[in-house]
């Protein structure tokens, strides 16, 4: 089952290939037909996913017996949420993407093999596994970056690839360190995740190979002061590349981080919430910052994200249930917002060729519809109660505080600043008179574009108002990396960070 | 006086190769046939020297099952037939089929001398194949000299052009200065040793304890650096960007390519087998030339404006990662990089003759402005290619990276893998950048007619670089049971 879900978009860049070059008008409603069948697949595993922890639907192949390298896939209450939400941005982004009208094919192709990576990278239950889908990523995203980008698109593309190649080729080397450390404990070289996380590392090479895992998910995610490319990308990147750069490719980094440091390192990534903590909340205030003296719309949306992953790494590293939960629950939401913000950048840019905010003014006058859900997304980005940006932050917030008050408390600023940042922004492009003539004859949204951007307005909606449907499946899992953790390190689990912790509380004090 | 007894088997591939190159040469002189004929008596010698080597591998396989390895020792310790040398052998058949395919319309338009150049490869490959299977490091050396000089000349075939004329003479001059090398060498492990076979030695090594192993140490380093020339590692490397930029670009992939394979079985059959006592001495060594290769072969690749020369640096950086495989002590993972990279480096060629026709020398970048409008076919191959060098997974080479990095990091040599990996990365830069010009830049040039030869090579090529980064079990197994004696 996991194995189609990789499958189907693969074959169906195989097929996408396989039609004529001359049928251009063909190509991209292909593409989002045969995008909308892994959605679906992903819908349905969605549905039937049960509330436990441990992988799900796992299958296991041998793949080089000899190196102990095997096809091994799973999902987990971690990786449910992040497969459904690549499976659904992918037919919108391609949807998106009807600007394109040079090399549509081959668009459409990179953007298929991307997905088809995206995904493997979310299942794979194998280091050696992961690592092929996590390189292979950087291929379809590089050309879809270099070719239909805009000015700088062949600098950003090779900005990108080059910093995410140097964070993961120092990976590689810690996954074979790992793999060769279980021969040597073991008598046999594995690459499976649950072998490797019963190794008994020393602390001091635990903490290289922390580092050297980290360092890459760092990169991706990207935490300051690593996140110099992602500005370059996000501005030079097309519309669809900017949605799932934002919305999934980040995520790898923080997916990372949550399964691999903390799982395989459980030791040092004790000993790292400081740091990582520091780095993520200089993130938040710094990104914030860099937003609100952003000239240029899609920059800021970009400065927002470093801001906002800021909020995903604090809680990774608050080593508190609502952390946890408050940063998957944030990778899907921010997926959602920020996919939906970079979406309506396009379709602003679509129709004046510029992303300036001071070459706008006065658009809801203009483009009532168009303000209407920029300024939903806005709100939902802002951590709005009732919306779900509110309830991964609050979640965030508190889970760190149980762990890293000072650090929780500086991170609320951000919200703050994301306020100043996004409303400003807002008030500058939207509100007032519209005084240039070309904005004053501008479209509002069409059928279509209204269309793309509904799926993502209501589950934005959805999960501000009964986030359960997410957390429910996701606390299994992040309860299990906790238990982990507690189970082969000193640390515990300050109360009351612990989910138990809320729900036992009152009856403890009874007795 | 004892006749030794004669194996046939055991040579073979190298007799028909010869018997090709001759034949190839006399039909043309009696009969003047066109071309065609002579390419399929070249490719008939090719195809029977690469079933006699199956056969071969049989052989081995019996006689180790058999228990006897000692019957594939022949020709009185001369030649040696075990799977090591059957491996390395097949490699450089698989690589001269190849090459005569991808060189065959350079050495059409030679005409008369096309023969010349059709002969030239049957003895390069002859004399590189006894090279893998010597025992004794004079036959070695025999076969290494056989297969240069037949180089050397092709590498100025096209007299013409003063810049084939200078890659021949610069290659010719450096070439036998380190052959030259290597013979001392050689000479001085005779001496320490008392010995000129590689199995004796290591009887020798482990049999004895050498109190002052100072001449041993001098002949081995001697015999690292002439082979190092060969395998262009760094230092040793000066000569390749000039040769392969300058050769004819139709043989240039298959002399690069033979090259490497015999090069690096020899040195591994040197130090893993003959020398493996040693090595405490000798890894440092290998070490520092692996990092010298990787660090100099990436860096100075991505200042290249020619794609030949880049292609050669990168064949510098691919020494120092094969050393690497050499360092980590095994022979498989040596094995299995050496047939990756020799075809991926074939399929590269392949495409520059096709982009830059069969005989000039014009292959700046800029001559592959917006070939994937020009020739998607060409772009796409190269793109695969360039990938599988570079090492992105889900191709060949990336399995290839892994198994020399994982066996040197697993021997104690984690910073070498450190060094690696990050040298890696570095490369992928300057494979990019050529991607970059196929795919990213415009150009209004038609089209790019490819020969149905060169065709032939890019689906070999590029089907083994995807084939085995998805299934490396098939090739990775042989290479594993391909030992050594």
């Known amino acids: ?511 | 006086m004892v006749i030794p007894e004669i194996s046939w088997i055991a040579i073979a591939p190298e007799l028909f190769l010869a018997v090709g190159a001759a034949a190839v040469l006399l039909v043309e002189v009696q009969w003047k046939p066109p071309p065609r004929t002579l390419g399929l008596i070249a490719g008939a010698a090719v195809v029977l020297a690469s079933v006699f080597s199956v056969v071969q591998w049989f052989e081995v396989t019996d006689a180790v099952a058999a228990g006897s390895p000692g019957d594939l020792i022949v020709f009185s310790g001369l030649v040696v037939m075990d799977g090591f040398a059957v491996f390395g052998r097949f490699a450089l058949l698989a690589v001269t089929g190849f090459g005569l395919l991808a060189g065959w319309r350079y050495i059409e338009s030679l005409g008369r001398r096309g023969a010349e150049a059709g002969a030239l490869i049957l003895l390069a490959t002859a004399g590189f194949s006894i090279m893998v299977a010597s025992n004794n490091l004079v036959m070695m050396f025999l076969g290494l000299e056989v297969g240069s000089i037949a180089l050397y000349v092709l590498a100025g075939m096209s007299r013409e052009r003063a810049r084939s004329d200078e890659a021949a003479i610069k290659y010719f001059l450096l070439g036998s200065f380190a052959s030259a090398i290597f013979v001392y060498g050689v000479a001085l492990l005779y001496a320490g040793t008392g010995q000129f076979e590689v199995l004796e030695m290591r009887n020798f090594l482990s049999g004895f304890v050498v109190l002052s192993p100072t001449v041993i140490l001098i002949g081995l380093g001697f015999v690292v650096v002439g082979l190092g020339f060969k395998v262009s590692a760094a230092p040793f490397h000066s000569w390749a960007p000039d040769v392969y930029q300058g050769a004819p670009a139709g043989v240039v992939g298959y002399m690069a390519a033979v090259a490497k394979i015999a090069g690096f079985v020899a040195i591994a059959r040197i130090l893993l087998t003959g020398l493996g006592a040693l090595d405490a001495d000798w890894l440092p060594v290998v070490a520092a030339i692996a990092t010298l290769s990787m660090v100099v072969g990436s860096v100075l690749a991505l200042v290249q404006n020619d794609v030949r020369r880049m292609l050669a640096y990168s064949g510098v950086a691919h020494a120092g990662f094969i050393m690497t495989g050499v360092v980590g002590g095994s022979t498989d993972g040596v094995l299995f990089y050496l047939v990756v990279y020799a075809l991926q480096l074939l399929g590269a060629f392949a495409v520059v003759a096709a982009v830059s026709g069969a005989d000039t020398s014009e292959s700046t970048l800029d001559t592959y402005r917006g070939l994937a409008r020009r020739s998607p076919v060409l772009a796409g191959s190269f793109t695969v290619l360039l990938l599988g060098m570079a090492g992105l997974p889900f191709t060949s080479g990336f399995v290839a990276k892994f198994g020399v990095f994982a066996q040197a990091w697993s021997n104690g040599f984690e910073w070498l893998v450190v060094v690696a990996v990050v040298a890696s990365v570095i490369a992928f830069a300057f494979y990019l950048r050529i991607i970059v010009v196929m795919y990213m830049d415009e150009s209004d040039v038609i089209g790019i007619e490819v020969p149905g030869t060169i065709r032939w090579v890019l689906v070999a090529a590029v089907g083994t670089t995807v084939l085995w980064g998805l299934l490396p079990g098939s090739l990775l197994s042989l290479a594993a049971d391909a030992l050594p004696l």
């Open chain 1, 1 to 511: 089952m996991l194995t189609w879900l990789i499958l189907l978009p693969a074959l169906g860049a195989v097929v996408v290939l396989a039609t004529p070059r001359a049928r251009k008008e063909l190509h991209l409603p292909l593409g989002i037909a045969l995008s909308v069948l892994p959605l679906g697949l992903a819908m349905h595993l969605f549905y039937v996913f049960e509330p436990v922890a441990g992988y799900q639907f796992s299958e296991f192949r041998p793949w080089y017996e000899p190196w102990g390298i095997s096809w091994s896939l799973g999902v987990d209450g971690v990786s449910m949420p992040m497969v459904v939400l690549t499976t659904l941005l992918v037919p919108i982004a391609l949807a998106a993407s009807t600007s394109i009208t040079d090399r549509t094919k081959e668009f459409v192709v990179y953007t298929l093999l991307l997905e088809a990576g995206m995904i493997g990278v979310f299942l794979s239950l194998d280091l050696f596994l992961f690592f092929v889908f996590f390189e292979v990523i950087l291929i379809p995203m590089y050309f879809i970056i270099g070719i239909w980008g805009s000015e700088r698109r062949v600098y950003a593309a090779m900005k990108f690839f080059i910093y995410t190649a140097f964070g993961s080729a120092l990976m590689l080397a810690g996954i074979i360190a790992l793999a060769i450390t279980h021969g040597q404990q073991y008598g046999t070289v594995t690459f499976a995740l649950s072998d490797l996380m019963n190794l008994e590392l020393g602390v001091g090479v635990e903490r290289w190979l922390f580092a050297a895992f980290a360092l890459a998910f760092a990169i991706k995610v990207p935490l300051f002061p690593l996140h110099t490319w992602l500005p370059d990308a996000h501005t030079e990147a097309p519309t669809a590349g900017s949605v799932l750069l934002a919305g999934v490719l980040l995520k790898l980094g923080t997916y990372g981080l949550l399964r691999f440091n903390l799982g395989l390192f459980p030791e040092a990534s004790v000993d790292a919430i400081w740091i990582m903590g520091i780095l993520a909340v200089i993130g938040i205030v710094y990104g914030a910052a860099v937003a609100i003296v952003q000239p240029d719309l899609k920059k800021l949306v970009a400065y927002s994200s470093v801001s906002h992953l800021g909020f995903i790494v604090l809680g990774t590293f608050a080593l508190t249930s609502g952390g946890l939960q408050g940063a998957v629950i944030q990778n899907v939401n921010h997926g959602l917002t920020t996919g939906a913000l970079f979406l309506l950048v396009g379709m602003i840019y679509e129709r004046r060729h510029t992303k300036e905010i001071a070459e706008f003014g006065g658009l809801q006058k203009v483009m009532p519809v168009y303000a209407g859900f920029f300024l939903f997304m806005i709100f939902a980005s802002i951590g709005l109660p009732g919306l779900n940006g509110f309830v991964g932050e609050f979640l965030v917030l508190v889970g760190s505080y149980a762990t890293l008050p000072v650090l929780a408390i500086i991170a609320a600023t951000g919200v703050i600043l994301a306020a100043i940042y996004l409303l400003w922004a807002y008030e500058r492009v939207f509100t007032g008179v519209p005084d240039k003539e070309e904005n004053k004859v501008l479209s509002d949204l069409s059928i279509r574009e209204v269309s793309l951007l509904a799926p993502l307005a209501a589950l934005v909606l959805l999960l501000g108002l009964y986030p359960n449907i997410l957390l429910d499946k996701i606390a299994p899992s992040t309860e299990s990396i906790l238990d982990h953790i507690e189970a082969s390190t000193d640390y515990r689990v300050p109360e009351p960070g612990r989910l138990g912790d809320v729900l036992v509380a009152p009856v403890a004090e009874g007795d």
